[in-house]
C-alpha cells in the first residue's frame, strides 16, 4: 500500500515508519545494528548470561536504574552492543498504561533528527495487549504536524523493529496494532489541520482518496441532494456559510452483501463558530477539531482496508461549519428533521446533535446490525469525564459491553453514561415535536437522548468523543480516539459473526441426525 499512502495521506507518509515483529532476546539485541535500541524491562526483569543483561543487572542493583515507568538509563557506543545508542526503560507490570507511560518519557528520542532504525526490546514476556501498547505509543510520539508548517522536523525513522520472546504468539496484536496506527494518524491529520485546510470538500476528497483502498466505496452528497432527502437539521446547520456542506458515504464490505453491516457516523462540523448562538474567543481556536468524529471514521476506514476483515461497515460524514451570518439559523427557528420530527432550534450551538440526527435517520436504510455515532458533541462530557475515558451511551447492552471491552484492549477507554427517559423532559417545547438543548445539568445526557429519538429500534451507542479527541494547551492536538477503540469493536464484531456462521452447518448436522430417529 506503499503508493497508496501517497495519494491519501500526502505529506503524512513521513511520518508513518514501518514496523517490524520478531523474536529477539537481549542477547540477540546485543548484535541488533540500529541507531537506537530501547529495552524494555519489567517488574522482576529476570537477567540472561549477555552484556545487556548483566548491565541492567547491575544498574538496578546499584539503584542507577529502577523498573517503574518513567525510569530510564542510557548507554552511548557501550563496547560489545551493535547499537549506538541504547535506552533501558522501565516499564512497571508492563500493562498499558505503564507502556504509555514509559514510552510518552522517551518521546522526543524516537524524533531525534537523522534516526533512521530503532529496535524495542521486551525484555520478558509481554501479553499481545502490551505489544499493541508498545506500538501504538511508539508511533503516537513518532508523530510530527506538518500539513501547514512544512518546515518542522519529521521524524526521521524509517523501521521500527519490536523484539518479543515469541514473535507468532503476538504477531495477531501486532498486526492489528500497525492498522490502527495507520488509522490513527489519519485521524490525527485531520483533526489537527485548520478549518481552512479541512473544509467539508476537503474532508470529502479524502474519503473519496480511501475509496482507491481495497474493499472501499465511497460517494459524496452535496447542498441539492441532501435538500432532496430531506434533512432539513443538518441544511439548517449549514445555511450560515459559504462552504457547501458535504454527505459522506464510506461503505468496506469485508463480508457478503447480504450480512447487516455496522454504521458509524461521525460529527464533521469542521469549525464550530456557535453560530448566532456565537461562543467566547478564549480557545475558539480548538473548535477546527470539532470534526475529530468524522476523522476517526476516516481512521477507522484506512485500518479496516489494511485488515480486511470479514464484516460489512458503512460510515456517514454529515460535513459543515456552524457559522454566524445573514442565513444563518436562529434561535427559536423551527426546522423540520429528515425523520419527520420538528425541531425548535433554541440554541445554534447545539449544532452536532442536528447534524446528527438527520445522518441517523439516513443510517436505517442499510438495516445495520449497530449504529454506532461519534462525536465532539458537548462541553458538559468534558466536565464529567476529562480527557481519560469518552463518554458512551447505549441502548443495547450487548453493544455496550463490546465497546467498553474495546476500549480496554485498545487502551482507547470509555464509560456507560445513562440513558433514563426522565432526561429527556427538558428536551420538551410548546413548538415543536423537540427542543434542540435542555437545562445545563447533564448536559451530555441530555444531548444523547436528543439523539435517540432518531435511531428507532435499532441497537445504537453514542460515543461523546469531546474530551478526549483533542489535547489542549502546551501539548495542543488531536489525539485520534477512538479509532483504537472502534477497529478493535470492528474485528470481534467480525470474530462473532464468523463463529455464528461456523456453528450453523453444526446445528444443522444434529438436526438432521436427529430427524430419523424421532
Ligand atoms: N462542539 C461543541 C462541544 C464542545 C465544546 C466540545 C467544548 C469540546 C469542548 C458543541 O457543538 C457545543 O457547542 N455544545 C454545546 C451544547 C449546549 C449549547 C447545549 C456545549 O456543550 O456547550
Ligand atoms: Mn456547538
Ligand atoms: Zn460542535
Same mark, same amino acid.
Given at each position: 500500500s506503499g503508493w497508496m499512502n501517497r495519494i491519501t495521506l500526502g505529506r503524512l507518509k513521513r511520518a508513518i515508519m514501518n514496523f517490524d515483529l520478531k523474536t529477539l532476546d537481549l542477547a540477540g539485541a546485543v548484535t541488533e545494528k540500529c541507531d537506537l535500541l530501547v529495552v524494555l524491562v519489567p517488574d522482576g526483569f529476570k537477567p540472561g548470561g549477555d552484556v545487556l543483561s548483566s548491565i541492567a543487572a547491575q544498574a538496578l542493583k546499584a539503584k542507577d536504574f529502577e523498573t517503574k515507568p518513567g525510569k530510564s538509563l542510557q548507554l552511548y557506543q557501550a563496547p560489545g552492543i551493535s547499537a549506538r545508542r541504547v535506552v533501558l526503560a522501565g516499564v512497571g507490570k508492563a500493562d498499558a498504561r505503564s507502556i504509555r507511560q514509559a514510552i510518552s518519557g522517551l518521546g522526543a528520542l524516537f524524533r531525534q533528527v537523522g534516526l533512521k532504525r530503532a529496535v524495542l526490546c521486551l525484555a520478558g514476556e509481554f501479553s499481545a495487549q502490551a505489544v499493541g501498547a508498545v506500538v501504538q505509543n511508539v508511533a503516537h510520539a513518532c508523530y510530527v504536524y506538518t500539513a501547514t508548517k512544512p518546515k518542522a522536523e519529521a521524524c526521521t525513522l524509517g523501521r521500527i523493529v519490536v523484539g518479543v520472546a515469541d514473535a507468532d504468539a503476538v504477531a495477531d496484536a501486532f498486526g492489528h496494532s500497525t492498522a490502527v496506527v495507520t488509522g490513527v494518524a489519519l485521524a490525527r491529520e485531520w483533526g489537527n489541520r485548520p478549518a481552512n485546510h479541512a473544509t467539508p470538500s476537503h474532508l470529502a476528497e479524502a474519503a473519496k482518496a480511501l475509496a482507491r483502498l481495497p474493499g472501499i466505496r465511497c460517494k459524496v452528497l452535496g447542498p441539492a441532494e441532501v435538500s432532496r432527502l430531506g434533512m432539513g437539521a443538518f441544511l439548517a446547520v449549514a445555511k450560515g456559510s459559504e462552504e457547501p456542506l458535504r454527505f459522506i458515504e464510506l461503505r468496506y464490505s469485508g463480508a457478503a452483501a447480504a450480512e447487516a453491516p455496522v454504521v458509524l457516523v461521525g460529527k464533521g462540523i469542521t469549525f464550530d463558530t456557535g453560530g448566532i448562538s456565537i461562543k467566547p474567543a478564549p480557545e475558539m481556536d480548538e473548535m477546527k477539531f470539532d470534526m475529530c468524529g468524522a476523522a476517526s471514521v476516516l481512521g477507522?476506514?484506512?485500518?479496516?482496508? @489494511?485488515?480486511?476483515?470479514?464484516?460489512?461497515?458503512?460510515?456517514? #460524514? +454529515?460535513?459543515?461549519?456552524?457559522?454566524?451570518? %445573514? !442565513? *444563518? #439559523?436562529? +434561535?427559536? =427557528?423551527? $426546522?423540520?428533521?429528515? *425523520?419527520?420530527?420538528?425541531?425548535?432550534?433554541?440554541?445554534?450551538?447545539?449544532?452536532?446533535?442536528?447534524?446528527?440526527?438527520?445522518?441517523?435517520?439516513?443510517?436505517? !436504510?442499510?438495516?445495520?446490525?449497530?449504529?454506532?455515532?461519534?462525536?465532539?458533541?458537548? %462541553?458538559?462530557?468534558?466536565?464529567?469525564?476529562?480527557?481519560?475515558?469518552?463518554?458512551?451511551?447505549?441502548?443495547?447492552?450487548? /453493544?455496550?459491553a463490546a465497546l467498553l471491552a474495546?476500549?480496554?484492549? *485498545?487502551?482507547?477507554?470509555? &464509560?456507560?453514561?445513562?440513558?433514563? @427517559? =426522565?432526561?429527556?423532559?427538558?428536551?420538551?417545547?410548546?413548538?415543536?415535536?423537540?427542543?434542540?438543548?435542555?437545562?445545563? +445539568?447533564?448536559?451530555?445526557?441530555?444531548?444523547?437522548?436528543? /439523539?435517540?429519538?432518531?435511531?428507532?429500534?435499532? +441497537? &445504537?451507542?453514542?460515543?461523546?468523543?469531546?474530551?478526549?479527541? &483533542?489535547?489542549?494547551?502546551?501539548?495542543?492536538?488531536?489525539?485520534? !480516539?477512538? $479509532? %483504537?477503540?472502534?477497529?478493535?469493536?470492528?474485528?470481534?464484531?467480525?470474530?462473532?459473526a464468523r463463529d455464528a456462521v461456523a456453528s450453523k452447518p453444526s446445528r444443522r448436522r444434529i438436526r438432521k441426525t436427529a430427524a430419523p430417529a424421532a
Open positions: 477507522v476506514f484506512r485500518a479496516l482496508a @489494511e485488515l480486511q476483515p470479514a464484516i460489512n461497515v458503512v460510515g456517514l #460524514i +454529515p460535513a459543515c461549519e456552524n457559522m454566524p451570518d %445573514g !442565513r *444563518s #439559523i436562529k +434561535p427559536g =427557528d423551527v $426546522v423540520t428533521s429528515m *425523520s419527520g420530527q420538528t425541531i425548535e432550534i433554541l440554541n445554534t450551538d447545539a449544532e452536532g446533535r442536528l447534524v446528527l440526527c438527520d445522518a441517523l435517520t439516513y443510517a436505517a !436504510r442499510f438495516k445495520p446490525a449497530a449504529v454506532v455515532d461519534i462525536a465532539t458533541l458537548t %462541553g458538559a462530557c468534558v466536565i464529567a469525564l476529562g480527557g481519560v475515558r469518552s463518554g458512551m451511551f447505549a441502548s443495547d447492552d450487548a /453493544l455496550a474495546a476500549g480496554d484492549v *485498545s487502551d482507547d477507554l470509555c &464509560w456507560r453514561m445513562p440513558l433514563d @427517559e =426522565d432526561y429527556a423532559e427538558g428536551l420538551k417545547t410548546h413548538f415543536a415535536d423537540v427542543g434542540n438543548v435542555a437545562g445545563r +445539568p447533564a448536559g451530555a445526557v441530555t444531548a444523547a437522548k436528543f /439523539l435517540q429519538r432518531f435511531v428507532g429500534d435499532t +441497537p &445504537w451507542a453514542h460515543l461523546d468523543i469531546a474530551g478526549t479527541a &483533542w489535547k489542549g494547551g502546551a501539548s495542543k492536538g488531536a489525539t485520534g !480516539r477512538p $479509532v %483504537g477503540l472502534l477497529v478493535h469493536y470492528l474485528l470481534a464484531a467480525a470474530d462473532n
